[in-house]
T-cell receptor
Framework: AQKITQTQPGMFVQEKEAVTLDCTYD???????LFWYKQPSSGEMIFLIY??????QNATEGRYSLNFQKARKSANLVISASQLGDSAMYFC???????????????FGRGTQLTVWP | DSGVTQTPKHLITATGQRVTLRCSPR?????VYWYQQSLDQGLQFLIQ???????AKGNILERFSAQQFPDLHSELNLSSLELGDSALYFC?????????????FGSGTRLTVV
């Protein structure tokens, strides 16, 4: 069974500071992908960053980076230089890459509500 | 515009009624997924279609059904609606088989059952 755990229901950060959103996962699949999505109050799901379990380096996308520690099964999202527009719900998700009929579906955590204050 | 189109954006209906949610995937994507997002359950996977065929089923109630048509658009049918079915329903599409592909989500249909 797959499980994604986000232990921080809410986080607060001051504008221009960095913030880390935690994510741990549990899977027996040898190959998987890890994703972070942002959901602003308007409701849409916005893809932020992807990390493959086979990747040797941590993924980065602009101000977003993923701190991937495979042995600890953690995939924390780091947002540098926070902006007011970063205030949103953030979801960690995982997708097994080699499993038959479930190939493709995402398993989501419960999310972390990030608030950026001026 | 993400490329995935969901209609309608908002839907208000009464208990016991039936509604149909529609999703057009991003051009070229063969796989469509439906998710339900509610405050108490979080994001729940409902069902996945690939090129017209059901590929995986999650926590989908028997009152709910879905299909994917030859033009690849998909519909989610919800019947005998209950208050607890009020939620944000997302459709997503992906190119199945691409290791680095994530989903592209639609903007969702917010269903309110009164």
């Amino acid at each position: 069974a797959q499980k994604i755990t986000q232990t921080q229901p809410g986080m607060f950060v001051q504008e221009k500071e960095a913030v880390t959103l935690d994510c741990t996962y549990d899977t027996s699949d040898p190959s998987y992908g890890l994703f972070w999505y942002k959901q602003p109050s308007s409701g849409e799901m916005i893809f932020l960053i992807y990390q493959g379990s086979y990747d040797q380096q941590n993924a980065t996308e602009g101000r977003y980076s993923l701190n991937f520690q495979k042995a600890r099964k953690s995939a924390n999202l780091v947002i540098s230089a926070s902006q007011l527009g970063d205030s949103a719900m953030y979801f960690c998700a995982m997708r097994p890459l080699d499993r038959g009929s479930t190939l493709g579906r995402l398993y989501f955590g419960r999310g972390t509500q990030l608030t950026v204050w001026p | 515009d993400s490329g995935v189109t969901q209609t309608p954006k908002h839907l208000i209906t009464a208990t016991g009624q039936r509604v149909t949610l529609r999703c057009s995937p991003r051009s070229g994507d063969l796989s469509v997924y439906w998710y339900q997002q509610s405050l108490d359950q979080g994001l729940q996977f409902l069902i996945q279609y690939y090129n017209g065929e059901e590929r995986a089923k999650g926590n989908i109630l028997e009152r709910f059904s879905a299909q994917q048509f030859p033009d690849l658009h998909s519909e989610l049918n919800l019947s005998s609606l209950e208050l607890g079915d009020s939620a944000l329903y997302f459709c997503a599409s992906s190119a199945l088989g691409g290791r680095d592909y994530g989903y592209t989500f639609g903007s969702g249909t917010r269903l309110t059952v009164v």
